[in-house]
């Protein structure tokens, strides 16, 4: 007799499955959620105070760093990663977070491991103030090995209209504030696993350190009126990314020296990778860029970060 189960998908061990992480997902849920868990979908009402809200929308996955956590055995960073790869985005564009939804795609159901993947999204959604709404997990036999994991989600965000992050404001002679990052956080490891072999085991603690979330920070900074544009350093790099936050006509000058490279980056570099591609790849220690108001500036250092360039005429950024 066929069935379900015979052809690799557990609904028992899903349905048990939702249970299991049912109280992680509503610990993140405040006044503002409608719905109830388990349900089809749930809502999120928008929080008192905007005259003219503009919801934004963002998605972004995890990437190949997976493959190093499943080989590890190590899954209780990974959420974080999804959390902050989406909701940087949009404080990216000066939205604040109020809601996530995931996707885990898994080959076969693993009760424990499913459970602290889901646990470490909930822990990155408190981190960044939003609710995780819900999800999916999905179970996908003979088209994934069976020990695979993908990881991908979604996220909501409000800001008030006319107070978005946008290069159209960005002036000649505005600052480049640098937010640090003392990893890679989650991208560019599929170069990583290409330059270290079977030697990335050996490294597995300072390759899985999980992502700092840069949202709540850049949203404070934002409130202070300084920040003009903001760039989410992610794959790119910052030679990728920063030009995103500038308008036609302007680049950026960037001193490399003024901010200290975490060790990661010099094993790599020791294994062959230029410093060129090492730039156009990671974030290079430099997760978050805020392009400031040079008379202003004192203001968003204050509560944190430092400053790492500056905006010019002409394109792209130029590193010194």
């Known amino acids: 007799m066929t069935s379900y189960q015979r052809a690799g998908v ?13 109280d992680a997902v ?18 999120i009402t928008i929080p008192e105070g905007y005259r003219r809200p503009v919801l934004m ?17 190590r899954w ?20 604040r ?30 981190a960044a103030g939003c609710a995780l709404l819900g ?19 979604a996220a909501l965000g409000v800001v008030e209209a006319g107070e978005e992050l946008t290069p159209s404001s960005v002036r000649a002679g505005d600052l480049v504030v640098g937010l640090a990052s003392p990893n890679l956080r989650s991208n560019g490891f599929s170069l990583v696993r290409e330059v270290l072999g079977d030697e990335v085991e050996d490294h597995f603690d300072l390759l899985l350190d999980p992502s700092v979330i840069y949202a709540p920070l850049v949203l404070e900074m934002a409130a202070t009126g300084a920040v003009r544009s903001a760039a989410h350093v992610t794959g ?28 990661v980056f010099d094993l790599l570099e020791e294994r062959g990778v230029t410093r060129d591609e090492m730039f156009r790849v990671f974030n290079m220690g430099i997760g978050f860029c805020l392009v400031v108001d040079a008379d202003l500036v ?3 250092t204050a509560l944190g970060g430092s400053i790492i360039g500056e905006i010019v005429h002409g394109s792209g950024v130029r590193l010194q």
């Open 236 to 263: 790119g790099g910052i030679p990728g990314n920063l030009p995103r936050a500038l308008p036609e006509g302007l680049g950026a000058v960037v001193d490399t020296s003024t901010w200290e490279r975490p060790p």
């Open 76 to 95: 209780e960073g990974v959420g974080r990663d999804l959390v902050a790869m989406c909701v940087d985005d949009l404080a990216a564009a000066g939205a």
């Open 135 to 153: 999800g999916e997990t999905a179970e996908h036999p003979g088209v994934m090995d069976p020990g695979a994991v993908d990881l991908a989600a």
């Open 10 to 22: 557990d609904l028992e061990g899903a349905e048990a499955h939702v249970r299991r992480i049912a």
């Open 97 to 126: 977070p109020l809601a996530l939804v995931d996707y885990m795609a898994v080959g076969r159901l693993d009760g424990d491991r499913d459970r602290t993947i889901v646990e470490s999204i909930a822990e990155g959604c408190e």
């Open 57 to 73: 929308l963002t998605t972004d996955g995890v990437g190949t760093k997976l493959e190093l956590a499943r080989r590890a055995g």
């Open 298 to 300: 004192e203001e968003v």
């Open 26 to 43: 509503t610990a993140t849920w405040g006044p503002n959620v409608v719905g109830s868990f388990g349900g089809f979908a749930a809502g």
